[in-house]
Every structure is written in C-alpha cells, then in structure tokens.
C-alpha cells in the first residue's frame, strides 16, 4: 500500500474553451506539506480546486481524467460533494471567517451535516475549546468567543479559517496563498502552524513566495502554462532542477 493521499492520471480542465490544465498526472504524499509553485495564469489554484470540485461552481467547466483522494475517485457518480468538502478543506487568499460570533464560525461547518444538529452544549464547547487550541487561539480567545469573528486580527482570523475546518475531521487542507494578506509575523505565525498540524493532515499549498515553499514544504511542484513540469523534494527542486524551465524561475530568470 502507497502512502499517496491524492493521486491524478491525465488531468486536464478547459474554462470554456481555454485549457488550463493539460494532461497532469501527481501523487501527493499523506501528511505532508506540498507546494505549489509558477508563474501567475499557470494552473495552480485550478489544480487545486479540483480535489475539493470547486471549479465546477464556475460553470462552463470541462474536465478529464482522474483525480483519487484516499483511493477513492472523486468523480464516481456515489461521490457526495458535501462529504468531499467535508474531507477536503480548503482555506482562502484572504481570510473569510463568517460575520457571525467567533464560537459560532468554530461550530458552522460541523452544524451543516445533519448526524450533528443536535450538539448538546457541553459538547459544542468542547469543540470549539479543541479546535481553538490546535491553532493556537484558545488564550486568546476564550473569553472572546461571542466577539465577531471579522473583528479579529488578520492573523487570527485565518487560523480560525483551519480551526473551523478541524471539527470536520479532514484529511487534507487545500490552501490558496494563505498568507498574502498577512504581514510577516503573521505569516510566520500560520506557517508554524501548519508544520505543527504536518503529519495530522495532507497540505497542499499554492504560493507565490519561493521562500516560504522552501521554508514549509517536503515537496514541490512547478506549473507552467497548465503542464506540471517538475515535481521533486523541495530542495532538491531549488537547489538541482532538472528542467530548464524549473531553473530559470527559481533563479529568478523567468520573464
């Protein structure tokens, strides 16, 4: 048994009739951090908005091949997408926590799968305390927890993004530049975040920040026009690219 948590054969995606993804076939390791990286307009966020099917909100969409998760094809007529995303996470450029109570954003997600509507109170504390102290929040929240989650720091408000994703229990964490509307300390504070929650869950993360790919990830896959041209261990990927196109925009030679 391998130890992929997401695995594609030949996927590709048409906007229209723009094709924004060709042929890309990965296998991502389980519990680990894999990055992905290239130049704006190449593919990335459209890769990964095909492991949660967000794309397909967009209409116009076309898509072939196979995308598993956990061994599982995620096109297969018996797929919920409401348990897809519930296993699947995904977490914004721009934190979005609801304009709702701080408590109630932690409980919103699990609140829409009907096995938990009736969470007595003493067990929704109990999540919302768990969820909270996985992301390093609880201090400073607990005794904010009726405050309006859009009043918080940006920085807080994206942790609470991924604490109110945990409750659902997910095996992979899906993350479009999470940190681009951060400043540094609170991009420090989400990335050691997310190398402590490493192992527990598979990130996959899309970033235009090369160090922060180096700093974060196991792995790394650069895209290019749609075609996934090089995937490897991050430091080898920096430091001995194979292809031409890799080396010249790590080197900064791209453009």
Known sequence: MNNYCIETEK???????????????VKIREGEITSLIGPSGCGKTTLLRCFNRVNERYG???????????????????????????TVGMV????????????????????????????TRSQSDEIVEEALTSVFLWDDLKDKL??????????????????RLLPLKPKVILMDEPCSAL?????????????????SYTFLIVTHNMAQARRVSKECIYMFLGELI????????FESPEHEKTADYVQMRYG
């Open 60 to 86: 116009n969409v076309t898509t072939k091949g196979e995308i598993q998760i956990l061994g599982k094809n995620i096109y297969d007529p018996d797929v919920s997408l409401l348990e897809l995303r519930k």
């Open 230 to 237: 090089e995937h490897k261990d991050t430091q080898t990927l």
């Open 183 to 199: 400043d540094a300390k609170g991009t420090q504070a989400v990335e050691e975040l997310m190398s402590i929650l490493e192992g």
């Open 11 to 25: 996927l590709s995606l048409w906007y229209g009739d723009f094709q924004a993804l060709i042929d890309v076939s």
């Open 146 to 163: 009726k405050t309006k989650a859009t009043s918080l720091q940006l920085e807080q408000q994206q942790k609470l993004c991924i604490a």
């Open 92 to 119: 914004f450029q721009r934190p979005n926590p609801l304009p709702i109570s701080v408590y109630d954003n932690i409980l919103f997600g699990i609140r829409i799968h009907s096995q938990f509507r009736s969470l």
